[in-house]
Each structure stands twice: as structure tokens, then as C-alpha cells.
């Protein structure tokens, strides 16, 4: 009866051909990181861009071990590693504030299709409003309202993530075939036990989808929100300051945008590595 | 004759579409025998889905009245009753084949012992047992159907509903699919309804296959299958097999 078996259960590959997968899983993304470091550097010489427009890249990372204020500070990466730190601690705080607004969003609009109906188009319009807008309304005007500086600086980024996840959570509810819902029927099974056996399982991979937008997302949203909150210390202050000595010092805000990038980059494995130990699913 | 385990009187069912009322089903009267084994046979759009989704209490009638062992469908359906299996094999990818067996057992409470020891014996029975730890998506089409049937079987439903299983499937796994079909059977004590679009797989499988015509939804006619048990390969080859399903065919044009 083994003849019809599509594929072993048990396919157990060595060690040989496993590092070979490690290479050229990882040999396209360095081949473009090289790419884009040979473009950035050639255009240099080709149109002759002088270091205050566009810096060496060896200068960009040489600025990490420079010391600050006027040589005396602590060294600039351990300046960007306490600010991307703090930065990061906001972001995640705002990524699960607005990862359970938009679970219970769609749990709602799952439940009723008529709130569902008149609610969506509000959501989608929340993200239409200019981010740089509303960060200064809502971070000070929750900050006056006596509320922690944590969580008015984090309410942007769970402005961002709640989005994805209501949308992202809604279509995995829903992604439940008519036929998985008769079964569950004729089991006589309780709306409780659909919920927890059929329709939040099934929506897990739509769920994690939605949360890796967001990861990224959401330290984005820290950074903005970091900005109007008059905080001293984050990637968002930072990036300011660095902005306002850009035409002598072009070097700091690029390693600075370097970092942010880092800081998503982190979050969003965090977040893929948390999807690959809970959604058991085919491996395409 | 026994008292019938399924009986159905002036059944119909009406749909509101956007083009107007539809008629699935106008009068339909049936009743079914325990331990029998009815297909459902008519082209597309003659009901005969509607029909076992309706015994199964899966969608309700416009009027007309079923009942199983004396009680309305429903009553059945919060008995279990009912076994079902779909064309799809709708198994969950995040369970093994063993937990995919287990689901139903899991909602109706069923000690964790018990579930892995019934799951087993049913995987054994549809001949998976070296396959209890895969996931559905490592096994053929045909596999698949087998955990399938396995979960619909494991708690012993006195009916099972069968929503052309095969229908999916390949010409030689279909066949060895309707083999096995009727070993498990003849081991469970289950009345089946097996509906199909296919004239060899009805004949080969049934007590009696009910012919059913579309627009409106009804019975053309109920062909008793008088082949001995238990069918094989050969009850394939016999002229008896040929004469049923000719039989059928031609009901099947009027």
C-alpha cells in the first residue's frame, strides 16, 4: 500500500547537501548586498559625488568607533546600541498593542459581517492619514492626558500593526473551507471548539503573514512616534540630530538608517522564527 | 421487513437565487433499511448532494419531513449520527494523520487513551498504520481519503455519509478505493449513502442505487442490486454487473 506514497514521512537529509542548501540560501542576498555596495561606490567615481552628498561606505562603518561629543563621548556604537535598544523596546511594546487590537478587531468583524462591513473602511482609512500628522497629535495629546511616556511614544508603531493584523487575522478567520465547518457540525461540536480547533489554526499562517509586515512596520512607527514625545533617547532623536549635520557629517545619519535597518531586520526574524516553531505546515 | 432506518416523506427544497426560485428537490420519498448500502446517482444539478446534505441535517427542507430512528435529523446530527466524508479530503495540515483520526473523538470528550487507541485500530483498518506520525500533505490523494474515512468511521456513527469520495481520485485507486470501501463496511454495522456521478462505481458498491433526473430534483427510479457478497474483481466481469449498470444507464436518460 506504500506504493502510492507521495513522499517519505521520514526524509532525513545529511550533512553534504544540507551546507550546500545553507550556501545558496544565503549566497543570492550577499551577491546583492555586493552588488549594491559596488553600484554605490562606482557611481561615486563615475559622477564624481563628493563625500558630503554620498560618503564612502568604508567611512559609514568607520563612524561606529568614532568617539563622540568632540571625541570625548562613548564610542558611536555604543551610542546606537543603547538607542536602538530603547527604540526597539518601543516598537515591540507597539507591535503587541496593536497586534491584540487588530486580533479582536478581526475576531469582531469575523463574527458580523454588518460591523465588519461598516468598520473596514474606517480601518483602511486610518491608514491613509499622514503618519508625520497625527504622530505629534497623538503621542503629545495622550502624553497631556497623563498617560506613561512608553506608551504614548508606542502608540504609533501599534498604529501600524494593528492594520495588517485585522486585515491579515480577518482573511485567515475566514479562510476555513464550508466543508471543515460541516464536519465540525456533524461532530456537534460547540462555536467555542470551532474557534479553537478549526478557525484560529487555520488562521495562524494568514495571522504570521500579517505579523511580519507589521515587525518591520512597527519599528518604523517607534521611530515617528519617538519624534514629537521630546524623549532624548532613541533611534528617532538620533536621526534628527544627525539630519541637522548632514551636510558636514553625512556619515552619522547614514549609519544611523543603517541600524534602524537592523532593528527591523532583528524584530522580523524574531517573528519568523516564533512562526516557524508554532504553524506546523507543508514546506514549499 | 425492518423498520426502516432513514424514512422520507414529500421532501422538497427550494432555493432563492438571483435568477428566481430554484426547485433542488420536489417530492422526494425514500426510506432506507439499517446496514444498507444506497448510492445516489443522477447528473449534475438532479439534487442528489442536496439530498444527503439534508438527511445529514447540513442544510434544512423547504417542506416535507426525514427521520432518522424515529427523530428529526438534527437530533441525530447531536447524537452523532453521522459520519461524513467529503470529495475534498478536508483533513487539517497541522495534524498528523493520527490527530486528524483523533479530532472528533477530542470533541466529544474522549479520554486521550481511548481517542489513540480507537485512532488506531481505524488507521489500521484502512491500512495506515505505518503512517499514524505523517502530515496529510506527505500522502497521495488516495491516502488521504483513507484518514479521511478513518476519521469519519472512529466514533462509530451509525450512518455514514459519503459526498462522492472518489470522485477525486484516479481510475485504479478508485477502484481499489471501492474495494476496501466494502471491506470496511461489511466490519461496521453503518448504512451508508454514497452519492456518486459514476454508473460502475454505484453498481459495483450498492444494495440499491436510487436514479435521480434534475429540474426539478427527483427520483427516476430505484434499481435493486441482487450481485452476491462479498463483490470483487470479479463480480466486475459478471453479466449480471453489465445488465445493472446498463439498467441504470438507461434510467439515467429519461
Redesign the interface.
Known amino acids: 500500500m506504500s506504493d502510492d506514497l507521495a513522499l517519505p514521512p521520514n526524509t532525513v537529509a545529511t550533512g553534504g547537501p544540507n551546507r550546500l542548501r545553507a550556501y545558496r540560501r544565503w549566497l543570492p542576498s550577499l551577491a546583492i548586498i555586493a552588488t549594491l555596495a559596488a553600484i554605490w561606490e562606482l557611481s561615486k567615481i563615475v559622477f564624481a559625488i563628493p563625500d558630503t552628498k554620498l560618503p564612502h561606505l568604508i567611512s559609514i562603518f568607520t563612524e561606529f568607533g568614532e568617539r563622540t561629543q568632540g571625541g570625548n563621548g562613548p564610542l558611536w556604537i555604543e551610542l546606537m546600541v543603547k538607542n536602538a535598544g530603547a527604540t526597539f523596546t518601543v516598537a515591540v511594546l507597539g507591535f503587541v498593542i496593536g497586534g491584540v487590537l487588530g486580533c479582536l478587531l478581526a475576531l469582531v468583524f469575523a463574527r458580523s459581517e454588518l460591523l465588519a462591513r461598516g468598520c473596514l473602511p474606517y480601518v483602511v482609512g486610518s491608514q491613509l492619514v499622514p503618519l508625520l500628522a497625527i504622530a505629534p497629535m497623538i503621542v503629545i495629546g495622550i502624553g497631556r492626558a497623563g498617560a506613561p511616556d512608553w506608551l504614548a511614544k508606542s502608540l504609533i508603531a501599534a498604529y501600524l500593526t494593528f492594520f495588517p493584523v485585522t486585515v491579515g487575522m480577518l482573511r485567515g478567520l475566514r479562510s476555513v473551507p464550508a466543508d471543515a465547518l460541516a464536519l465540525m457540525r456533524s461532530y456537534a461540536a460547540t462555536p467555542w471548539q470551532v474557534f479553537w480547533k478549526l478557525r484560529l489554526p487555520a488562521a495562524l499562517p494568514f495571522l504570521f503573514t500579517a505579523l511580519k509586515i507589521a515587525s518591520t512596520a512597527s519599528v518604523i512607527g517607534a521611530i515617528v512616534g519617538e519624534l514629537p514625545s521630546g524623549s532624548p533617547i532613541g533611534i528617532g532623536p538620533v536621526i534628527v540630530n544627525a539630519a541637522q549635520y548632514y551636510s558636514s557629517r553625512p556619515q552619522n545619519l547614514w549609519a544611523a538608517v543603517f541600524v534602524s535597518c537592523l532593528v527591523g531586520l532583528f524584530f522580523y526574524a524574531l517573528v519568523s522564527l516564533t512562526e516557524r516553531l508554532i504553524v506546523r505546515r507543508r514546506v514549499s | 421487513m425492518t423498520e426502516p432506518l432513514i424514512a422520507i416523506d414529500g421532501l422538497n427544497k427550494i432555493y432563492q437565487s438571483a435568477a428566481g426560485q430554484v426547485t433542488a428537490l420536489a417530492n422526494v420519498n425514500l426510506t432506507i433499511q439499517p446496514s444498507e448500502f444506497v448510492s445516489l446517482i443522477g447528473p449534475s444539478g438532479c439534487g442528489k448532494s442536496t439530498l444527503m446534505r439534508l438527511i ?3 442544510t434544512q427542507p423547504s417542506s416535507g419531513a426525514i427521520r432518522i430512528k424515529g427523530k428529526t435529523p438534527e437530533q441525530a ?2 447524537d ?1 449520527d ?3 466524508v ?1 470529495q ?1 479530503p ?1 483533513l ?3 495534524r498528523t494523520v493520527e490527530r486528524n483520526v483523533e ?2 473523538l ?3 470528550g474522549v479520554t486521550r487513551t481511548e481517542r489513540t487507541r480507537r485512532a488506531s485500530e481505524m488507521l489500521g483498518l484502512v ?2 498504520n ?2 499514524v ?3 496529510p ?4 490523494g ?2 488521504q481519503q483513507r484518514v479521511s474515512i478513518a476519521r469519519a468511521l472512529v ?1 462509530s456513527p451509525s450512518i455514514l455519509l459519503m459526498d462522492e469520495p472518489f470522485g477525486a481520485l484516479d481510475e485504479i ?1 478508485r477502484e481499489r478505493m471501492q474495494q476496501e470501501l466494502l471491506t470496511i463496511w461489511a466490519r461496521t454495522n453503518a448504512t451508508v449513502i454514497f452519492v456518486t456521478h459514476s454508473i460502475p462505481e454505484a453498481v459495483f458498491l450498492s444494495d440499491r442505487v436510487v436514479v435521480m433526473s434534475p429540474r426539478p430534483g427527483r427520483i427516476e427510479a430505484i434499481v435493486s442490486v441482487n450481485l452476491p457478497r462479498p463483490r470483487d474483481i470479479t463480480t466486475r466481469e459478471m453479466p449480471r454487473f453489465f445488465e445493472l449498470a446498463t439498467e441504470v444507464r438507461e434510467r439515467l436518460r429519461h
Not at chain 2, 137 to 140: C, K, M
Open positions: 445529514g441535517d447540513l446530527r447531536r452523532r453521522y459520519g461524513i467529503f475534498a478536508v487539517y495540515d497541522w479530532l472528533p477530542e470533541v466529544m491500512g495506515l505505518d503512517f506520525k505523517a502530515y500533505w506527505q500522502l497521495s488516495g491516502m466514533f485507486t
